[in-house]
């Protein structure tokens, strides 16, 4: 089965620090998304992009995060100036976007630690 | 989206049938029922989805009662490996994000 990629699986940086975290979206999808998950706490929405642009995104989302879609098969997620409460997993998720019911691919995540 | 009430935790022996319930009493007629689960830290699987018809694929059952206030998901033969966090989402038609729930702990002992 095609599978959403995420690298990298780990990522540290200091503080203040800006990071971009980085996405294949399965190739034939139209829809990108990304969630989060502090540990021990619930998966939380962040942000959906279609057509080259946000659709929707959560309060989380503020004018730290921004995405991107640089190329036709890459999706990243940037935080310009990180926090130590950014510290969670990172998951990528798409779909096609043609059905009226369709499921979410994840991708398997990448580890942020903010020091 | 409509709330969903699910358990805090089950537990189910190898090779016995996991069914999981979902309280979703307030959803509407364009709401699809979502089974996802997360097993440790990994991304979220797709398990199975219904609007108003029992389904069936080749990882579990979904069974919706009549007036849909209520789902049940179905592992026939839990195996350890499905041990995981069980989501059950509601979401509507063309609404494109899932919100997760706590979920249900699955917890398969030998």
């Known amino acids: 089965e095609p599978e959403v990629t995420q690298t990298p699986s780990h990522q540290v940086t200091q503080m203040g620090q800006e990071v971009i975290l980085r996405c294949v979206p399965i190739s034939n999808h139209l829809y990108f998304y990304w969630y989060r998950q502090i540990l021990g706490q619930k998966v939380e929405f962040l942000v959906s992009f279609y057509n080259n642009e946000i659709s929707e995104k959560s309060e989380i989302f503020d004018d730290q995060f921004s995405v991107e879609r640089p190329d036709g098969s890459n999706f990243t997620l940037k935080i310009r100036s990180t926090k130590l409460e950014d510290s969670a997993m990172y998951f990528c998720?798409?779909?096609?976007?043609?059905?009226?019911?369709?499921?979410?691919?994840f991708g398997s995540g990448t580890q942020l630690s903010v020091l | 989206d409509a709330k969903t009430t699910q358990p805090t935790s089950m537990d189910c022996a190898e090779g016995r049938a996991a069914n999981l319930p979902c309280n979703h009493s307030t959803i509407s007629g364009n709401e699809y029922v979502y089974w996802y689960r997360q097993i440790h830290s990994q991304g979220p699987q797709y398990i199975i989805h219904?609007?108003?018809n029992n389904e069936t694929n080749e990882m579990a059952s979904l069974i919706i009662t009549e007036d849909r206030k209520s789902s049940t998901l179905i592992l026939p033969h839990a195996t350890l490996r499905d041990t995981a966090v069980y989501y059950c989402?509601?979401?509507?038609?063309?609404?494109?994000?899932?919100?997760f729930g706590t979920g249900t702990r699955l917890l398969v002992s030998p």
């Open positions: 219904g609007l108003k």
């Open positions: 989402i509601v979401r509507v038609e063309g609404f494109q994000k899932l919100v």
């Open positions: 998720a798409s779909r096609v976007g043609r059905e009226r019911a369709e499921k979410l691919f």
